[in-house]
């Protein structure tokens, strides 16, 4: 993943356009303002550049944490006044407690189910009594379909970014390859083409369900409601008991 959250880090505002994140983080500040409406305090992790905090971040107190140093510095430009911490998911221990904890679909990256518990702990480390942690994997099993899919920008200096992603059928193992073809424009015109291969992880909800009950979550489903051009996800919210 050195590739697309490192060298290529300084592209991400066009590969992936923050914009686009507009209608999706307005659902997710909604249904968090309606599952918690006392939370003042927002830890994020694996924020990536940022962009769904621009759109979530308020007036919380948010922090951002990434794996990537380089994409965390991304999301501190785009996010002024938020915190930034680099972490991976896994392992995280700060010594503060939150409110709230989102996991957007850097979870995704959790190939195995010891990857998906350790997130799941450091959710649950890090939230308050009473607090909520929402997961917001891009499918389960269940759903996963695949596919191609492309996305991309341009900038008005001439800059421009095309990804292509195609994600293969399950492996053996139940996880799956995705490849990740870049072409990129630089203002001069020139035009480089660079590719990635990543692992994801897929389980069945029913696993994610019974993780996050065995961590100390008490779980609840929640429908996606989307105005975009795509299938409506499941995000996960799991509510920390008062002790």
Sequence with gaps: MKTFYEDLATWWPLISPVGDY??????????????????????????????????????????????SPAMLALAEGLNPGCRCVVGDMRTLRLAERFDLVIIHDAIDYMVTESDLRAAFLTAHHHLRPGGVALFMPDCFSESFVPGTDISGGDQPDGRGARLFEWAEPPGPDGSVAVHYSFLLRSADGSVQSVYERHVVGLFPQTTWERLLAEVGFSVEAVPEHTDEDRPPRTFLLGKRGSA
């Design 22 to 67: 507009a209608s999706e983080g307005a659902e997710i500040a909604r249904m968090l303002r309606d599952r918690a409406p006392g939370a003042a305090r927002v830890l994020e992790l694996g924020c990536g550049g940022g962009h769904l905090a621009y759109h979530v971040r308020g007036d919380y107190d948010y922090v951002l944490s990434d794996l």
